[in-house]
């Protein structure tokens, strides 16, 4: 089945080695520590999501990441407060601008650049938009991030022990349509053993015209 879901390339200065077609474009999976995130080019950006590029001028990259609200904005985060952000909450979503590649801002081995079609791109992008609370239509930042180029968004749906930053990034992936299982993945581990199993299949695969990561949800 993997065989099917490599993507349709020509060389890439972003993974050498790979192919990258000018109809295609990259989702960036990033392991940051315990949770992952999902991460686009600014200028892969389709609406609505772009919108969020003025809000970090001069940002080449976002990269979204959820979270417990509660446990993200206490500045406590001791052993406590890790075991208090297992119980049901509220979500949050941290978005972190770079002017840098990924690889860059956090080492190549914690990113994996999946290589999909642009629709798929726009199917994993209208996931993030739609995980974002919005008010009369608009998405506003509810403050400031814990670090320079990054704010924090109220999300739609909770964060628990069942559903963490790893559940939501693999929906996320798998709202692309890539064979992704988001059931039951709790830990960072379980979703980049996924990814990494994608990513391999595609380098050792030839690259065939027309293959990509699966197909976009409908």
Known sequence: MLGGCCGSLRDSPERPGSYRSSTSTVIYVVRRGWHIDIGFAAGD????????????????????GFGDRQFLMNKDQGLPEKFAALWPGKGVVLLTGLTAPPMEAFGAGQVIALTVTAAQSRAA????????????????????????????????????????????????????GMPIRSTGTIFAWQLWTQVSKIDRVCRVLPAASGLHVGTPAQ
Do not use: I, M
Request: glycine content about 6%; charged content about 10%; overall charge positive.
């Open 45 to 64: 950006l389709s609406p609505p999501l772009a919108s969020l590029s003025s809000r970090l001028p001069g940002a080449r990259y976002l990269v979204f």
């Open 125 to 176: 992008q209208a996931f993030v938009w739609n995980s974002l609370s919005k008010q009369y239509q608009s998405v506003d930042p509810s403050e400031a991030g814990p670090y320079p180029g990054s704010l924090y968004f109220r999300a739609n749906s909770g964060y628990s022990g069942f559903h963490t930053c790893n559940t939501w990034a693999a929906e996320v992936l798998k709202a692309a």
